[in-house]
């Protein structure tokens, strides 16, 4: 009898510790990150004057990738020549406006180029790179700059947006290069691009 008793009276001071008011946080021994310190959406901020924690979108901003405001830039095609049937317009054979075609430009052209489309199409531009010449298997891209090659006259007489967008996205076996080769280093690469042709006189348009 006298062990229930001090059963009970040890258990009920234990019962006891439970519903003690406390100030201090619960002991928590592996606390495995189950709490943190953030800010939830929706919640309140201090930080902020308009209370919220969740900012509004700076003005002008662009979702990564989605900015297509400028046509020419962005897609190479001429929105003005647009039809129903042709959303974006065929291939610009304008430099885009919004483009400054300057020594800088095709200085960072010829290094993008050196670095991106020289292993396949040589830093001449004669389609023998050393991926070509080690055979690893590929088709051999055509040459830029022979004028005896049909296909590096038909590239010749390309509009810029075409090589653009052959960049941007490849053509055949060509795979595309928007991953690696941010929009103004396309364009820059299809200026020096220009500047090897030119430099052989396979190019001669003004544009
Ligand atoms: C992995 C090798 C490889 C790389 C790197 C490469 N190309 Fe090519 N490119 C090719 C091949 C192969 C072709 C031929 C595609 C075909 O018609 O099958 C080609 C074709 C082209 C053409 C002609 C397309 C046509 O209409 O005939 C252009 C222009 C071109 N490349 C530009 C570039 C530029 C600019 C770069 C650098 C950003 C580049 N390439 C990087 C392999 C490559």
Redesign the pocket.
């Known amino acids: 009898m006298i062990r229930t008793l001090i059963a009970v009276a040890l258990l009920s001071s234990l019962a006891a510790c439970r519903g003690e008011p406390s100030k201090l946080p619960p002991i928590h021994l592996n606390p495995n990150m189950d709490t943190q310190d953030k800010y939830k959406a929706y919640g309140e901020s201090k930080l902020f004057e308009d209370g919220r924690t969740m900012r509004p979108i700076p003005e002008g901003t662009i979702q990564h990738g989605a900015s297509r405001a400028d046509d020419a830039l962005y897609r190479g095609r001429d929105e003005q020549r647009a039809t129903e049937a042709d959303e974006y317009g065929p291939f610009t054979a304008e430099w885009p406006e919004a483009l400054k075609l300057d020594a800088a430009l095709m200085q960072r052209g010829q290094q993008r180029?050196n670095i991106?489309?020289a292993?396949?199409?040589d830093q001449s531009g004669n389609g023998k790179g050393m991926?070509v010449l080690a055979n690893a298997g590929?088709?051999p891209?055509?040459s830029f700059i022979s004028a005896e090659d049909p296909?590096a006259k038909r590239?010749a007489a390309m509009p810029v947006g075409e090589?653009y967008d052959?960049?941007a996205h490849g053509?055949?076996?060509?795979?595309g290069?928007a991953a690696q080769?941010p929009v103004e280093d396309r364009w820059a690469?299809v200026a020096y691009?220009r500047a090897l042709q030119r430099a052989q006189n396979i190019y001669t348009a003004r544009n």
Do not use: A, D, Q, S
């Not at 053509?171 to 795979?175: A, E, H, S, V, Y």
């Open positions: 180029y991106y489309c292993p396949c199409h991926v590929l088709t891209p055509p296909n590239i090589i052959t960049i053509k055949n076996t060509m795979p290069y080769i690469i691009l």
